[in-house]
């Protein structure tokens, strides 16, 4: 599901970190994403990586110990219909009003869970 996220923005050359956080079907808010997808998502971008809650936002996403400038990866899964398939977004923030986000389903194909788009996006 993050690989979708990132699919939707790459971080640009101010950016010096990333941030990933998400929100399960009963999540009332972000929390931190899994240790191996941050450390994964670190070594696929080439940048620092680290949970949500290490991270705020004001003019764009930043590390708060360093103030570093992020980009903020998130997923949020919406449902999960009779199959098992779930509905989620995945989002890139990168600025204030600066962000993408894109809804997909979670299906399996070929034995691999695949993000498959819905059409439905956004852009800020």
Same mark, same amino acid.
């Not at 009332?28 to 936002?57: M, N, S, Y």
């Given at each position: 599901?993050? &690989?979708? !996220?990132? +699919?939707?923005?790459?971080?640009?050359?101010?950016?010096?970190?990333?941030?990933?956080?998400?929100?399960?079907?009963? &999540?009332?808010?972000?929390?931190?994403?899994?240790?191996?997808?941050?450390?994964?998502?670190? /070594?696929?971008? @080439?940048?620092?990586?680290?949970?949500? +809650?290490?991270?705020?936002?004001?003019? *764009?996403?930043?590390?708060?110990?360093?103030?570093?400038? !992020?980009?903020?990866?998130?997923?949020?899964? /919406?449902?999960?219909? %009779? %199959?098992?398939?779930?509905?989620? =977004?995945?989002?890139?923030?990168?600025?204030?009003?600066?962000? *993408?986000?894109?809804?997909?389903?979670?299906? @399996?194909?070929?034995? %691999? =869970? #695949?993000? /498959?788009?819905?059409?439905?996006?956004? #852009?800020?």
């Amino acid at each position: 599901m993050f &690989d979708a !996220a990132v +699919a939707l923005a790459r971080p640009g050359e101010s950016k010096r970190a990333i941030c990933v956080g998400m929100q399960g079907l009963a &999540d009332g808010a972000v929390k931190d994403a899994p240790e191996a997808t941050i450390r994964r998502l670190a /070594e696929l971008l @080439r940048l620092p990586a680290f949970p949500a +809650a290490q991270c705020r936002a004001d003019v *764009y996403p930043f590390v708060t110990a360093t103030k570093a400038e !992020a980009i903020l990866y998130t997923v949020k899964v /919406e449902s999960r219909d %009779r %199959r098992g398939v779930l509905t989620f =977004w995945a989002t890139a923030v990168f600025g204030n009003l600066g962000a *993408y986000g894109m809804q997909f389903r979670l299906v @399996r194909k070929g034995g %691999r =869970w #695949v993000p /498959e788009p819905t059409g439905m996006s956004v #852009v800020s």
